[in-house]
């Protein structure tokens, strides 16, 4: 009788085991070959920091493997992403999400190989200007991946309030990023491509932003809690990295690449205990949907009073045309915020009279 603990199966066609080629044993939910991946994940990023830090090689080869380093675990994420994409307990819109998220990751991991080998290139220019390509369409794709993740509102109300949350995050996000990012980069931008890398990325990290509060807006008080939180934390690593990179111009080039490594390879730890946490869930007993947790809704109002914040801090050192256009994004988070209010009193009439029907009934 041939043995059956072991089993090969295809990237793509649904099963139950979250493992390429795993004993069936440890996959039962908090195994300890999953738990090892975010461990094997950290474990590598330690040892190549270290390396960076101990070697005294060329700042040609720190170059090339600094954008090479993020590659192994990349595709490793990559692969994970599309394992768990295909569990036989995922539901098809929430599939599509993982599978997304996994072509993102791919798409980063493309454009690193492409950076990496631009300046040995006779057509250096070509292979940067893919490599930006490749790098806006994986912010774009991880985005949207965030989007199809989301559970999605019950009724057009809830959707309504959605839209309206996700709009003040994005505008009070926008107004932080335009003044503390794109402004500083802009003045220093020598060139028609420059300026526009100097605007692309700020607004890729605001879209992703965006997306992501979104999905924390929604994220339910259940099983698919930890794997939300974390892909949101993820995000919010490689958002921190671009803006940690981009306002103290750090200018060496060491500790430019540290903060650039440290950063993408937390992402990737973030990452597969995300996936980790999402094999678990989809091992177990399915849980319905609940409403988010309380203090996630506070989310879009924290954009708001950061909008606000800004505006006085930069009127105070006195006005220019910077304040006019903060001033500008102040009024249009006013105008959300009023109608977001009308929205929530209007849903709490109707929940009231909704409530005396059915007192007057019994």
């Excluded at 057009?156 to 503390?180: Q, T, Y």
Aim: net charge neutral; glycine share 8%.
């Amino acid at each position: 009788m041939a043995d059956s603990s072991w089993e090969v199966v295809g990237l793509f066609s649904p099963v139950r085991s979250p493992s390429l080629l795993r004993p069936r044993s440890l996959d039962a939910p908090g195994g300890r070959a999953a738990s090892y991946l975010p461990a094997a994940v950290g474990l590598y990023g330690a040892l190549y920091l270290a390396w960076n830090l101990a070697s005294s090689v060329s700042p040609e080869v720190r170059y090339v493997m600094g954008n090479l380093s993020s590659v192994p675990v990349g595709l490793v994420g990559c692969i994970l992403t599309l394992r768990v994409a295909r569990h036989a307990s995922m539901t098809s819109t929430f599939r599509l999400g993982w599978r997304l998220l996994a072509v993102a990751v791919g798409f980063g991991a493309l454009g690193n190989i492409f950076w990496a080998l631009a300046p040995s290139a006779q057509v250096a220019v070509s292979l940067t200007a893919v490599a930006h390509v490749a790098f806006v369409l994986s912010y774009v794709t991880a985005a949207t991946a965030a989007l199809r993740l989301i559970d999605p509102p019950p009724t057009s109300r809830e959707r309504v309030k959605l839209s309206l949350d996700a709009a003040m995050v994005m505008l009070g996000g926008g107004m932080l990023i335009w003044h503390g990012v794109v402004v500083p980069q802009l003045m220093d931008a020598d060139g028609t491509a420059a300026r526009a890398l100097a605007m692309v990325y700020p607004a890729c990290d605001l879209f992703l932003a965006t997306c992501g509060a979104a999905l924390l807006l929604r994220c339910p008080d259940n099983e698919r809690r930890r794997p939300v939180l974390l892909m949101v934390a993820s995000f919010t690593v490689v958002i921190a990295r671009d803006l940690l990179t981009g306002i103290p111009r750090i200018t060496d080039p060491l500790t430019l690449s540290l903060v650039r490594e440290c950063c993408t390879l937390t992402f990737f730890v973030l990452l597969t205990m995300a996936i980790q946490a999402e094999y678990v869930r989809l091992e177990g007993a399915d849980s319905p949907v609940n409403l988010p947790p309380l203090h996630t809704t506070l989310i879009p109002y924290g954009a708001v009073i950061s909008g606000y914040a800004l505006l006085l801090i930069v009127a105070w050192g006195g006005a220019d045309e910077h304040t006019f256009q903060l001033l500008v994004g102040s009024l249009l988070l006013t105008v959300l915020v009023a109608v977001r209010q009308i929205v929530a009193v209007r849903e709490n009439l109707l929940l009231h009279r909704e409530r005396d029907l059915l007192s007057g009934e019994a």
